[in-house]
T-cell receptor, first 116, second 112 residues
Framework: NAGVTQTPKFRVLKTGQSMTLLCAQDMNHEYMYWYRQDPGMGLRLIHY???????AKGEVPDGYNVSRLKKQNFLLGLESAAPSQTSVYFCASSYVYSRGGNQPQHFGDGTRLSIL | LAKTTQPISMDSYEGQEVNITCSHNNIATNDYITWYQQFPSQGPRFIIQGYKTKVTNEVASLFIPADRKSSTLSLPRVSLSDTAVYYCLVGDSGAGSYQLTFGKGTKLSVIP
């Protein structure tokens, strides 16, 4: 049981390049999330998904796209990377609780992305 | 978006009890309050969650007043290994759609 696995762990890109970050979970969770973490900013939600085939925007979605084609995978794409997207990216997943509201999230160990 | 507010940092000596308070004025009716712990180069880790009054588990207690506009994470008898950043998480009802809002976190430093 690996929990939440993020690939790659580190990456350096040049401005304008594209790439996809992969998140995989083996806990059969319905919800998945992508966050970015910058110094002094805490974690900010980029996009999230409440189930296979559905995605929604979070607090800072601009410049990113996501896809949830399979329940266990959540992909974060940067079509044209910019230096402002240099950050640590975290993926998380959680169950759906019948009462709604937030639920404990399980996080991966992050992807460190630098854009030159 | 409604924000959560926590102290930026706290220092404590080993063996003391530490209380970290989070303010969340726009918490939604059905939202739970969740706290996470984060060590350097790792993702956040779930500590405790509650809806109202008091919740206790093997590592912490969570106190929530009746109006639910704040919450306090209590760590009993901290050790050096409790040095980390602690985040308070609640749902955000202010934007009209469901948003998750992390506070900026409280950096706890435990001193020998």
């Amino acid at each position: 049981n690996a929990g939440v696995t993020q690939t790659p762990k580190f990456r350096v890109l040049k401005t304008g390049q594209s790439m996809t970050l992969l998140c995989a979970q083996d806990m059969n969770h319905e919800y998945m999330y992508w966050y970015r973490q910058d110094p002094g900013m805490g974690l900010r939600l980029i996009h999230y998904s409440v189930g296979e085939g559905t995605t929604a925007k979070g607090e800072v979605p601009d410049g990113y796209n996501v896809s949830r084609l399979k329940k266990q995978n959540f992909l974060l794409g940067l079509e044209s990377a910019a230096p402002s997207q240099t950050s640590v990216y975290f993926c998380a997943s959680s169950y759906v609780y019948s009462r709604g509201g937030n639920q404990p999230q399980h996080f991966g160990d992050g992807t460190r992305l630098s854009i030159l | 978006l409604a924000k959560t507010t926590q102290p930026i940092s706290m220092d404590s000596y080993e063996g003391q009890e530490v209380n970290i308070t989070c303010s969340h004025n726009n918490i939604a009716t059905n939202d739970y309050i969740t706290w996470y712990q984060q060590f350097p180069s790792q993702g956040p880790r779930f500590i405790i969650q509650g809806y109202k009054t008091k919740v206790t588990n093997e590592v912490a207690s969570l106190f929530i007043p009746a109006d639910r506009k704040s919450s306090t994470l209590s760590l009993p008898r901290v050790s050096l290994s409790d040095t980390a950043v602690y985040y308070c998480l609640v749902g955000d009802s202010g934007a009209g759609s469901y948003q998750l809002t992390f506070g900026k976190g409280t950096k706890l430093s435990v001193i020998p």
